[in-house]
């Protein structure tokens, strides 16, 4: 027996998810196929030892569309989300940084580093509040497209000019400003302490191959102050179960618009006849057919792996042959038998139950990025740590912990090649405890389990290509209406009947949903199915 | 009397100012503190007997449209297409002869003569980036040709239309590819042409000279563009050559030049210029003042705080001055054989390949001294023997990866492990140079910020980055040369539109002071 799908949907990751939910939710036949036996893709929880659920690869949600919260009604389908309570730096020496979500408090901490931070840091977090509200404009609508004559696009654009002109000078030159500089270079116009300065930079490195002094990371600041849980603006959080609740709140979505999820159903191949997609050749040599076939992988898996240069012209081979995809980041979960405590503030608290980021000073992030240039790991990285059964105790056993460990970097190209990888990967699994061991001694003795995640690993076991986590760098050559490629940034792609709608298209990688929403309304107002 | 001005400063922007002021029948006083005109671009002795042709030893950056505008060339300016550039390696096989990549050349130029380039498999490749920078030269020439836009955004500016016009005026495609190949690191965007590393390196170097930057840093590609955009015909005799017809032509149309003079205040009344202040106490009254100065000198150094509003203070501490290189002039006994190519060149780039030009970077970020630093060498005296004693030669190398101040300080013997490390370099493919070197003057930035009175020792008054161009350099109130405070102008290249010798800032400083004039009704 033949089924005939309207759209099927390469990959289980949570954008394929959204993207198959709102086209079920139209009416439409949809089957998505995971390779996997877990979904979630990227944004997934899975038990590797017995009682402790690791949030495997993405751990903090912030920027999931709040649209899509809604439209999916994915709080009735399961997801909850848990505020972080601080964001913490501890240092070897000194009391170390907290930043709590009560300015006052932030305030007192900063004012111990320098007076006048402390003044700054509250209008440093307006101006950048009052930029993400333009930007979160761009990110809920496809990439405007600059080489259009279209009236609907001159439109879009014009909307855009407009939203920007209406910013004041001083805010549009800070949006100039954070389009071109460096994390680093921007924080220093505004902050004297390197203290304050370092952690607050990171947002700025997050899955690119860059350091905070490299120009164009100021951009992903931003980032930072466009979160949203619950309708407060800025705050952080991790989902109540791990970031796979995420992706199983948005498959209850689907499912229940009547979608069919598959996992263990990996794509050997996309079907084309007559130039068009017309379905899929599974693994296990299973053909489906379908209407369009939508692709949630990275693109040059999706080109280059699935469909065959055979079915593109050579001009588009090789521009997204050099669609760049640099994994630079790793991850370590452990299992704990205790809490850690911090010797700069020891014992359990408030100050734990939000991120820790390891990242005392602009020059340790720097050294950590140029060691990583070069093809060797950072022997002492920068971390971002989060216990998140400290907030959701459902993810271990009582008294016991879980610890996800985010790390940078970890060039997917070494020195000797990616594949000598595993044979490095317990040593930079080392790199990284040790390193965190110097501001909670103790750490290594109370480790019960540990995966570590190289770039490797993420591209082996989740398709993420070259190991980069979001489908390819976040940098301005590959955003917007360049995202995969120019000509290519409104999710169709140049096989009619072939759609992508996962991080590799506007407006890109992250747990959000966006893409894949914005996909599926292409899909849906094009009509095709 | 009300119709004088004063130039802060003879350097090559200074001097371009006051000829066009001058041109125009005001009364221009140039004051220069130093016994020579030209400033970076002025030709000195640096050891007896041995004369460099400028700090700054590429002349190919002045931009044509100024030259045309003060008819240089009746003055005695000659063009020449700019000598090919030997990328040196250490092999005999190992080097290339690679052609200058320019946005555009002036029909009027001489014939050039000398190696002609040689290329091997790379040859499609140097054509594909010629071909790319002729196609959005004209695009980014009007960038830089044209006042910096208001960011005012309140009415829609006609200047920021029509630079977008000319943007879409490239059709879609192109379009789409100068914005994707300026945002990306210098080396990914020309690894897209030139497969082999060591031929990038040298491609890249120069558009790293005033960057904190390094052949990995996003936009980078975009300076390389903009760089190969300004680049044009060669000055016969180089920046030397170009200061000393500048100050003939100043002199000619009535500018008179103090040197030896330091303006040590700008004086300012109620937010308007009432002159200048000299050290040792002399006034000189003026009411409108054009200082070519780096910004924050002129407005940190030579303005009273009291005097300077707090948003001017703001937006000149925030303009970035990290110099990443070092000048090494050497006087040799002979001429340097390069062990990469046989014959006589005058423009060579040691760079080693992108990774070690990388480190250079490293190096200057974290305060140490480069291993391997990168050279951007002239031998002027292939061209013009008469710098050196007969049969002997000059080298003026740009080193790479040396920053304002290594931790622990600039000690004689810090300086000499520089200077050791840039002889290494060169000694690897230059065999036997060391041994011809009979005289050494190494300027490291803080010798340049003394001498020149530049902060940060930055050669191009501020460093090169895509938000410090355009209304951004140095700032949305500075970037138009006419200042908030009435009667101080800039044209300095730390303004609109920047960059090594090209005249431009001082001719649209020259350009406002008119504007400004007509504007108040004063001149037709
Ligand atoms: C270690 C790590 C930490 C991160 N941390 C955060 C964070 O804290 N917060 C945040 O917002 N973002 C984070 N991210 C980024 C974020 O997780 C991703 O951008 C996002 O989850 C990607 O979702 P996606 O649906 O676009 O793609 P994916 O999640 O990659 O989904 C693609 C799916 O396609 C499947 N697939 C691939 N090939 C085939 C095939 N041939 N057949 C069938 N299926 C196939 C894959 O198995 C995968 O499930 C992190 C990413 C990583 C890797
Ligand atoms: C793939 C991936 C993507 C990520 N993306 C991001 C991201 O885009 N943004 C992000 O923050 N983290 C992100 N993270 C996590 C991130 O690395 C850390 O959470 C982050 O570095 C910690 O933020 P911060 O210390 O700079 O906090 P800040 O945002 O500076 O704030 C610290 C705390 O103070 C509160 N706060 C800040 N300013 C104010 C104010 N003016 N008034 C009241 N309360 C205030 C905040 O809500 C927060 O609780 C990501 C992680 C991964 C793996």
Not at chain 2, 287 to 306: F, G, Q, W
Not at chain 2, 368 to 373: I, V
């Amino acid at each position: 027996m033949s089924t005939r799908y309207d759209a099927i949907i390469i990959g289980g990751g949570h954008n394929g998810l959204v993207c198959a939910a709102y086209l079920a939710k139209a009416g439409r036949k949809v089957l998505v196929l995971e390779r996997r036996p877990v979904l979630g893709g990227a944004a997934v929880t899975e038990e590797l030892h017995p009682g402790f659920k690791y949030t495997v690869c993405s751990y903090v949600v912030s920027l999931m569309r709040p649209w899509i919260v809604r439209e999916l009604e994915l709080a009735r389908c399961g997801l909850q989300l848990i505020p972080l309570e601080c964001s913490f730096t501890p240092h070897l020496e000194g009391p170390g940084l907290c930043r709590w979500p009560d300015p006052q408090r932030t305030r007192e901490e900063i004012a111990g580093l320098s007076v006048a931070d402390a003044e700054q840091y509250p209008r440093f977090g307006q101006a950048m509040g009052r930029l993400a509200r333009f930007v979160k404009d761009v990110i809920d609508q496809p990439a405007p497209d600059p080489a259009s004559l279209w009236p609907s696009d001159l439109g879009q654009l014009a909307r855009h000019a407009r939203a920007f002109q209406q910013l004041s000078s001083a805010d549009a030159l800070n949006q100039i400003k954070l389009a071109t500089m460096s994390a680093a270079d921007l924080l220093d116009e505004w902050f004297e302490s390197d203290a304050l300065k370092a952690p607050m930079s990171c947002s700025g490195i997050i899955g690119t191959f860059l350091g905070v002094r490299s120009p164009g990371t100021a951009a992903v600041l931003l980032h930072h102050y466009m979160g949203e849980i619950d309708g407060a603006s800025r705050a952080w959080g991790i989902a109540r179960g791990g970031n796979g609740a995420v992706s199983e709140a948005i498959a209850t979505a689907a499912r229940g618009f009547g979608a069919t999820i598959r996992t263990q159903a990996a794509v050997a191949r996309i079907l084309v006849r007559g130039g068009e997609a017309a379905g899929v050749v599974l693994d296990s040599g299973d053909e489906i057919e379908a209407k369009v076939v939508v692709s949630a992988a990275e693109p040059r898996l999706t080109f280059l792996r699935l469909l065959g240069r055979e079915h593109l012209d050579d001009d588009f081979v090789a521009r997204i042959k050099r669609y760049r995809c640099r994994g630079s980041s790793g991850k370590v979960n452990l299992a704990l038998d205790r809490l850690p405590s911090f010797t700069c503030r020891p014992g359990d608290g408030l100050h734990i139950r939000g991120d820790i980021a390891v990242a005392p000073s602009i020059d340790y992030l720097e050294e950590a990025y140029d060691e990583a240039k070069y093809g060797a790991f950072s022997r002492r990285p920068y971390l971002n740590v989060v216990i998140p059964s400290l907030l959701d105790p459902t993810l271990a056993p009582p008294g016991k912990h879980v610890m996800s460990i985010f790390v940078q970097y970890a060039p997917y190209a070494l020195e000797a090649g990616p594949s000598a990888w595993p044979s490095q990967r317990e040593a930079f699994g080392d790199a990284v405890v040790q390193t965190l061991a110097e501001y909670c001694p103790g750490l290594e003795a109370s480790i019960l389990h540990r995966q570590v995640l190289t770039p490797w690993d993420l591209e082996q076991q989740f398709g993420l290509t070259e190991g980069n986590i979001f489908h390819g760098e976040l940098t301005a050559d590959q955003l917007l209406f360049q995202r995969p490629l120019a000509g290519w940034a409104r999710y169709r792609s140049p096989v009619p009947g072939l759609w992508m709608c996962a991080s590799g298209t506007h407006p890109g990688g992250g747990v959000m949903g966006a893409p894949g929403g914005l996909a599926a309304k292409a899909i849906l107002s094009a009509a095709v199915v | 009397m009300s119709d004088t001005v004063i130039v802060i400063g003879a350097g090559h922007n200074g001097l371009v100012a006051a000829a066009l002021l001058a041109r125009r029948g005001l009364r221009v006083r140039v004051i220069e503190s130093r016994a020579v005109a030209g400033g970076l671009c002025a030709g000195e002795a640096f050891h007896p007997g041995y004369r460099h042709i400028g700090v700054h030893h590429d002349a190919s950056t002045l931009r044509p449209w100024v030259a045309r505008a003060l008819q240089l060339s009746t003055h005695g300016l000659s063009l020449r297409p700019p000598p090919p550039i030997l990328v040196a390696g250490p092999g005999e096989h190992e080097g290339w002869v690679l052609p200058s990549l320019r946005g555009s050349s002036d029909p009027t130029e001489a014939l050039g003569s000398g190696p002609e380039p040689s290329l091997g498999e790379h040859q499609a490749g140097i054509h594909a980036l010629e071909a790319l920078l002729t196609s959005v030269s004209p695009v980014l020439q009007g960038f830089l040709d044209n006042p910096a836009p208001s960011l005012d955004l309140s009415t829609p500016s006609w200047p920021v239309i029509q630079r977008a016009l000319a943007l879409r005026g490239l059709g879609a495609r192109q379009m789409l590819e100068l914005m994707r190949i300026a945002a990306l690191p210098v080396d990914d965007a020309l690894a897209e042409y030139i497969p082999a590393p060591r031929l990038r390196a040298a491609l890249a170097l120069p558009a790293l000279i005033g960057a904190y930057m390094g052949p990995w840093s996003p936009h980078s590609a975009g300076l390389w563009l903009l760089q190969g955009a300004q680049t044009a015909s060669d000055v016969a005799g180089g920046p030397a050559e170009l200061s000393r017809i500048l100050e003939k032509v100043a002199t000619h149309h009535g500018a008179e030049i103090l040197f030896e003079h330091e303006v040590e205040r700008i004086r300012i009344e109620d937010g308007r210029v009432e002159g200048v202040v000299l050290r040792g106490g002399d006034e000189i009254d003026a009411t409108v003042v054009v200082s070519s100065l780096e910004p924050r000198r002129t407005l940190l150094d030579l303005i009273s705080p009291l005097d300077l509003p707090v948003q001017l203070e703001d937006e000149i501490r925030c303009h970035r001055v990290r110099a990443t290189s070092a000048k090494l002039h050497l006087a040799l006994s002979g001429l340097p054989r390069w062990s990469s190519a046989e014959g006589v060149f005058e423009r060579i780039r040691v760079a080693g390949d992108p990774a070690s030009l990388e480190r250079a970077f490293d190096a200057a970020k974290h305060r140490r001294l480069p291993a391997a630093p990168a050279l951007d060498v002239r031998v002027p005296t292939v061209s013009e023997p008469g710098l050196a004693p007969p049969g002997h030669h000059v080298a003026s190398v740009h080193v790479l990866g040396v920053p304002y101040e290594p931790a622990g300080g600039w000690s004689p013997e810090v300086r000499r492990r520089l200077s050791d490390a840039a002889l290494d370099q060169l000694e690897e493919v230059a065999p036997g140079i060391g041994a011809s070197v009979v005289g050494i003057e190494l300027l490291t930035p803080p010798d340049l910020e003394a001498r020149f009175g530049i902060s940060g020792g930055h050669l191009l008054h501020g460093e090169a980055a895509l938000d410090q161009l355009w209304s951004l350099r140095p700032g949305p109130l500075l970037s138009r040369h006419e200042t908030p405070i009435e009667g101080l102008f800039l044209a300095s290249g730390g303004i609109h539109p920047g960059g090594g010798p090209s005249g431009a800032s001082g001719a649209l400083a020259a350009r406002a002071i008119q504007e400004a004039d007509q504007r108040r009704g004063r001149r037709p």
